[in-house]
């Protein structure tokens, strides 16, 4: 599945935004649709995910409290609402799908298909 993310910006610590990650040409189906960050010099990092069977969400502790993952699905778009963003929040975000266990969810190499990124920049 194609997938296409949008909805980063610049915003000031404590801000919000929500980004976008959208299906083309078809529906994410029963994939789990998953976000990750990369900030320079950094390895990709899971942020969030949202299970295809049965909507379950999961985030990394970073971000638990303060994103909310959730998914349209007659959109053919999941979203990732940013709030109370902070300066380490600044990465490029990318959404992806896989078929994983649920035990590999936040392993970014059970993830099959990635969306381009999109930057987020949080300043101080």
């Known amino acids: 599945v194609q997938l296409q993310a949008s909805g980063g910006g610049l915003v000031q610590t404590g801000g919000s935004l929500r980004l976008s990650c959208a299906a083309v040409?078809?529906?994410?189906?029963?994939?789990?649709v998953g976000w990750f960050r990369q900030s320079p010099g950094k390895e990709r990092e899971f942020v969030a995910c949202?299970?295809?069977?049965?909507?379950?969400?999961y985030y990394a502790d970073p971000v638990s409290g303060r994103f909310t993952i959730s998914r349209d699905n007659a959109k053919k778009t999941v979203y990732l609402q940013m709030d109370t963003l902070e300066p380490e929040d600044t990465a490029v975000y990318y959404c992806?799908?896989?078929?994983?266990?649920?035990?590999?969810?936040?392993?970014?190499?059970?993830?099959?298909?990635w969306g381009q990124g999109t930057l987020v920049t949080v300043s101080s």
């Open positions: 949202v299970r295809g069977i049965g909507g379950r969400t």
């Open positions: 992806a799908v896989s078929r994983a266990v649920l035990s590999a969810i936040r392993d970014r190499g059970s993830y099959i298909s």
């Open positions: 040409g078809r529906t994410f189906g029963d994939y789990t």
